[in-house]
């Protein structure tokens, strides 16, 4: 995410915070996953429409963070393996279900956020950035 134009200690200081962010959405996740009391979702196939858009939300915080191709594989196989992983966890826990639709939904949110990562949406860390960088020149 280098810019010439906004300051690097902000810079730094606000990559950390959305890799804090980043990885505060996976124990989410997995919290989500492995809590005795899911939340629901009052429609048909509401289960993996979540899923999907769990996964979704979460490859297209890295994908903003991260976005050389390498940088995207990893995360992407990352999301993917979490998914499947969570789905075996959830077998052993005896109080939810193990579900190869669940594997498909979520991997189906990574494919989704790869497609519309940056370049083809525009990057919102970085409009993030820029709007702070502006607002901290504006106000010394």
């Known amino acids: 995410m ?8 902000l810079q730094s200081q606000l990559r950390i915070l959305w890799l804090v962010i980043g990885w505060a959405l996976v124990l989410l996740i997995i919290y989500l996953s492995l809590t005795p009391y899911p939340v629901g979702v009052p429609v048909e196939q509401g289960d993996k429409l979540a899923h999907m858009a769990a996964y979704l939300v979460l490859m297209s915080w890295f994908a903003n963070l991260y976005e050389r191709p390498a940088g995207r594989i990893a995360c992407a196989a ?4 979490l998914g499947i992983g969570l789905e075996f966890a959830q077998r052993w826990t005896g109080y939810r279900t193990f579900e190869y639709a669940d594997m498909a939904a979520s991997s189906t949110g990574v494919i989704v956020a790869w497609i519309l990562a940056p370049p083809r949406l525009p990057n919102y860390l970085h ?11 504006r106000h010394g």
Do not use: K, M, Q
């Open 78 to 81: 990352g999301c993917i393996a």
């Open 127 to 137: 409009f993030a950035e820029n709007a702070l960088h502006a607002r901290r020149r």
């Open 2 to 9: 280098a810019t010439g134009y906004r300051s690097p200690e």
